[in-house]
């Protein structure tokens, strides 16, 4: 029986949130990768980034990453670009189900813009504006995530406890 549910998808659809709370209903642990790398380096994802790049970033990702299939009871949010380390998935898909959590581009512009920490918390992959960001961004990562998802659920389209309704359904823990 697989028990850990991996939450992918990109920034603002509600990793973190739905996460703990799909943990609290099912009686799991939470982890969110973005603090397990803030904590493994000492600095915040920006502070990461500014220092060392994003491809700094993606590597101590790589290395939390590699270490969560050991988890077991966990609903785990991963980072937006996780889904980049593709040979990592089939060996994570062994242990946990797969949750996309995706939303309409409108509306992750509108969750980021509305977002007073996001520019401090998220540098920018692009340099460009945040909807363009967007845009780009989910052009390249659409398909990785789509490849890799077990259950694909729009947080745009439902509220949390309707997201959390389907997701357990869809695991059956």
Known sequence: M???IFLI?????????VGRQLADRLGFSFL???ILICEKKGATVNDI???EGWDGFRRCEQEVLQGLGEQ???VIATGGGAILHRHLWPLLKEHGHVVWLTADPDVLCQRIQNDSTSDVLRPSLTGKGVCAEVREILTIREPLYRETADIVVDTGKLSVPEILDVIVAAVSI
Not at 9 to 17: C, M, Q
């Open 49 to 51: 980034v500014k220092a």
């Open 32 to 34: 969110d990768m973005d």
């Open 2 to 4: 697989k028990e850990i």
């Open 9 to 17: 998808g990109f920034r603002a659809v509600g990793k973190t949130t």
């Open 72 to 74: 077991r009871r966990c």
